[in-house]
């Protein structure tokens, strides 16, 4: 029987069976996309690695704190006529004069620490997506193009990256800041300081994305596959966008997850420096430099707690992206 | 070889020319020079007459050629906070920073080599792990909050190093921290904090790289030809792990000078990262056009010398790729 | 060239066995089960003695040989039985009795010359460094030793060359210092994982001699592991066929390679191209050796065995003397039975085995069944189109002369010139790749014209050319007689392009692993708006998967679910899913294991022949060009030496580079017969030999030739650019002597 194997002795080979596989269902499909993602080496990697799985939970635990904030803190922070001086300066609670309804503490102004450290948490986290989107859509955007394209232009972007990777994300950070702050108004700063925040950690990291897509992209455009759409005539951006781009998403993956760690800690430190986001919408930054000025005097809480948010964070993150790495690159198992 | 040096100089040179354009736009277009000049008083013809003597009516060109060639003395006028002139102020603090980037470049290439060699060789043991699930923690602590820790626990709790400042410094040449044992100890917390985060990143960059050598086709016949393990691991391995890392290395001094921005504020460190912060904060226009060019110099300088490396490890660079055997 | 030391054959015999395997059993412990990658196989080598090693990809043989040299990676281990290193048990060593051993004992050469070798440190460095760990030596002896060992292994200047880097080295060049790497301690046993896969066929017939001389000379054992039975006929005295980690048969070469009894063995001689003989069909092995993890009970062949009984499937034959050899098969356990088959087996040789061409006839009727069947049940419109495409094709094959694509004076240059800077400060020259020279062919309607050449001669430019991936520094390209170049007007061009499709080399790199085979298939339907609505489009679809050979439910699967083989039909789907009438292959077979490049093979001709589609193929394989094409071009650095029909061409070339190209092919048929050496490698592309490119390498050459390039002449229904040819001094094809102004290498 020649040209005969195992799928053709399973099934006879008819078109029918092809058409009542595919009326089968939608549900059929995803019932099996499902299995497969749970049978998927991936999928057993995360399984096996207890601390990712830990990773995982303590992430999902921050995201649903800082988006659940205005539902589940305890206090709302950002409105001023809560506050309370009396409350000031409360210790945690376990703590000689702590106060259950301020379960870490307060802060010099009667905030409660744990509800400033949800809201902040959100500040932290929507900056550091947006910055790390940001920087995703330009650095595979340029990427693809220097890439794909080659020649002069590829040459062009990737001087311009070797510029911007000498200059480090903070100080690309705080050279943008002091041009925000001559260039605008003074009434503008506040409101414009997020964006300019986001533009300017996106802007310095979208290096690291280009240059990975276009190692990437420059190894994919000569596979055959590329070529073989190439001889049937399709276009650059088609090809660009539904073949290559598919393709080199899995390191886009883990540099966009070790970036928003990234991301995160380089708001923290601009807020810590004082330049990032303004003191009336307090990111988990903020909460730390507000409460340096008390850590000599003792009121330590006001700095750890809102630190140790921060690192528990910026770890999960970091341990996911390192799983990630692993799990896509089966070379190194 | 020379061509290679050729165009990175003018490569440099490029850079040097953008950075220095974007400095000369913050001078000029970004407020107005004359108010910061003059008082709010002056009148138009004193207005007028501020301009002339700054040369602000010459054409664009002429102001650019100006400011390229002052800035090349050194020159970049007053400081609007501190009232000296702006190469005094930084002269006075650049050799604060440049110790402190040293002894953290130092402390972090000395521990962060050989601790990624060690988990590179060793991928499975115990320590390995440990090694490398700590420094995902280090990577994962901002280095503000490195220094508040650090303060925290040596200074506040234990009162062992001092918690800011540069301490007693010796003038050799330069006023240095180095020389004596109150400088020494007062450069430790610093130089750690600002060390931390770059040790990691060293450790585990030579630990890919070391992972990916190991896999190669001429390390697995280097074996099969009995050579020893420290053969192949130090001498076959280990060197051609050395051109990725000498470029890292390169890129993590220039890091090291921005994230001294960060030690020298926790620390209050006098050095120019804070003078830098400062001039931000006042807009201090002047200082941060000069530390700009400054900090863009070194890294320029920085990148010369790596690619100079280069053609001294790697062979392949130094000759041409002629293919004898005919 | 079967001259083999008598004295140290008799001697082996005699003498005890240098390696010794009994029951190696290698596991891969994975998350779902363990893999038995090589299982309980048993053999010995006996001092200077050759053993080949043969299978397919997979097959076990490479990792026999890390075992053995005790390089396993993990988590790869030895699970069982034993290996004996001169009567020693060595699979039990410590890590650093077994260091000491390698390379001072056991010696490996790898297979990529280009990554073997540490980029930074110069030839004499690494070279030193392995004498001196295993021999005690000067550094001064160590080098003077190392420069011995690079002119024995045939490294001109070996003095001066000595200190250079590996990238100042060429291919073929480098797998030499790897042999002198490898010889270095002068070991006992080399374990030659294969050697010569990635060199061109000139390169890979001068390694083989050089390979066989050393071991003459120095009396070592060589176990040759590779998956072309050609090198083993050239080299080995015993061979031992491996197939899913197990050894299906092993004996003497003569034996195994003339008189293949193992029906897995006996299919795979009789599915190779013979460069010497027409054929029209394979023999073919259906279906692809079993992956690790689906090893069925039994003889791991009885699902493809085509004599398999009912022992076969449920019990596992051990390895039985038969005659000088020992066979795993259940057909050769009873006595009465052994004399049968092992007697036929000898006798018959393997083309004219009356089995393989009923088979034949089998397989040719099968597929054509099976497609009409497709056809009569596609859908109207489908039909429609392909009585109008079928139409066309008809009349164009009527007439003989139709030509479909005509290519004249084609050529392409690759700018490769350094910078600018480095021109102006380094005095280097602006210098341009000639990758296609002014090559001159046409393609008549329904026939298959081969391109032939070893790497770098620009075959796979001029395909690139054809399809359009590339654009022409010059000449013409004319598709029915219009040039592809004045066709203005994006619409009829593109109409032009749909009618041309590639089907490329690599299955792996081919498909976009991201996509659904339904939508790559559909993908040149899809981009030409070839048919409209998903019914027709799925319909064809599924048409396209049963015509090569798939079911039509493969297509919602991914790439990453098939084989190689099974990959490479979905691309001839792909290809043929806008009904081209021109099909460009650019070595479509070269990755495929050799039962598989059988089946696609096959599959491919009777495509052909049914669909009526004019073919240019790709090839640096000569026996599988012969096998596939009506007409052959050959060519040599950008340049068409040689074009002619593929009869002639390959019973009696003519031009030089032909002939040196068509006695450098390993001799399956083991005739021993004289042939002409192979001299020379092929110069750099970058800085070709003046007049004829070939003159440096060429035994009839002139002054002429050096001055002046060769034009093409025709004579006897052939095209050769040969100024000898032209003169009429090249002497007649089969009486070619080696000449003795040239001189091997060696």
Known sequence: ?333 | MLAFIIRRLFQSLLVMVAVGFIAFSLFNFVGDPVNNMVGIDATIEERQRMAESLGLNDPFPVQFARFAANAVRGDFGQSFRLSVPVEDAIAERLPATLELVFVAALLSLAIGVPLGVYTGLHRNSPLSRLLLTVSLIGISLPTFLIGILLILVFSVWLNWLPSFGRGETVDIGWQSNLVSLDGLRSIILPALTLCLFQLTLVMRLVRAEMLEVLRTDYIKFARARGLTNRAVHFGHALKNTLVPVITITGLQIGNLIAFAIITETVFQWPGMGLLFLQAIQFVDIPVMAAYLCLVAFIFVLINLVVDLLYYTIDPRLRIDKRVHGQ | MNTRAPVLESAGSAKAPVLQVENLRVEFPTRRGTLVAVDDISFRIDPGEVLGVVGESGAGKSLTGAAIIGLLEPPGRIAGGRILFAGERIDTLGRQEMRRLRGRHIAMIFQDPLTSLNPLYTIAHQLIETIRTHLDMSERAARKHAIELLFEVGIPDAGKRVDEYPHQFSGGMRQRVVIALALAAHPRLIIADEPTTALDVSIQAQIITLLKRLCVEHGTSVMLITHDMGVIAETADRVAVMYAGRIAEIGAVQQVILGAMHPYTHGLMGSIPMIDRDMDHLVQIDGAMPRLTEIPPGCAFSPRCKEAMPTCFSERPDLARVGDAKVACWLFEGDEKTGRRSEEANAAGKGSDPDAARLEAEANSDIADRAKERASAGASDIDRKTDEIEGRTATMADGTDDILVQVSDLARDFDISPPLLNRIFEGGKRSVVQAVDRVDFSIRSGRTFSLVGESGCGKSTVARLIVGLYTPSGGRIEFEGRDLARIDGRGEIEGIRKRMQMIFQDPYASLNPRWRVEDIIAEPIRAGNLLQGRKAIDARIAELLVQVGLSPLDGRKFPHEFSGGQRQRISIARALASRPEFLICDEPTSALDVSVQAQILNLMKSLQKELGLTCLFISHDLAVVRHISDEVGVMYLGRLVEWSDAATIFDAPMHPYTRMLRDAIPDLKMTGQDRIPVAGEVPSPLNPPSGCHFHPRCPHVEERCRREIPQSTRRDGRLVACHAFEEGRLPPSKSSIPDDSIRNPE
């Open chain 1, 1 to 333: 029987m020649p040209f005969t194997d195992d799928h053709e002795r399973r099934q006879p080979g008819t078109t029918d069976l092809a058409a009542a596989a595919e009326s089968g269902g939608t549900l059929a499909r995803a019932r099996d996309r499902l299995h497969r993602f749970v049978d998927s080496d991936v999928f057993y990697s995360f399984r096996k690695s207890p601390i990712t799985v830990a990773a995982f939970a303590v992430t999902l635990l921050c995201f649903v704190c800082a988006f659940g904030a205005p539902w589940i803190a305890p206090h709302d922070t950002n409105d001023v006529a809560t506050l309370d001086l009396m409350n000031a300066e409360l210790p945690p609670v376990w703590l000689e004069g702590g106060d259950w309804r301020y379960i870490l503490g307060t802060d010099d102004q009667g905030r409660d620490v744990l509800s400033a450290i949800m809201f902040g948490m959100q500040v932290s986290l929507i900056v550091g997506f947006a910055s790390v989107i940001f920087a995703m859509v330009l650095g595979v955007g340029l990427g693809l193009i220097s890439g794909y394209v080659g020649g002069r232009l590829d040459h062009f972007i990737m001087r311009v990256a070797d510029v911007q990777l000498s200059f480090p994300s903070v100080l690309v950070a705080l050279l943008l800041f002091g041009f925000a702050k001559t260039v605008l108004p003074r009434g503008m700063q506040d409101d414009v300081a997020i964006l300019v925040l986001i533009f300017a950690i996106g802007l310095s990291s979208w290096v690291q994305f280009a240059r990975t897509v276009r190692g990437s992209t420059m190894v994919e455009k000569n596979k055959e596959y590329v070529q073989a759409a190439r001889v049937i005539g399709r276009r650059p951006l088609p090809i660009m966008l539904q073949h290559i781009l598919p393709n080199v998403m899995g390191p886009v993956l883990v540099i966009a997850t070790i970036n928003l760690a990234l991301a995160i800690i380089t708001e923290a430190t601009l807020s810590f420096l004082g330049v990032g986001v303004p003191p009336t919408q307090p990111s988990l930054g903020t909460l730390i430099r507000f409460g340096n000025n008390f850590l000599f005097s003792g009121q330590w809480w006001m700095t750890i707690f809102p630190g140790t948010a921060l690192v528990a964070l910026a770890l999960a993150v970091n341990l996911l992206g390192d799983w990630l790495r692993d799990a896509l690159n089966p070379k190194l198992r």
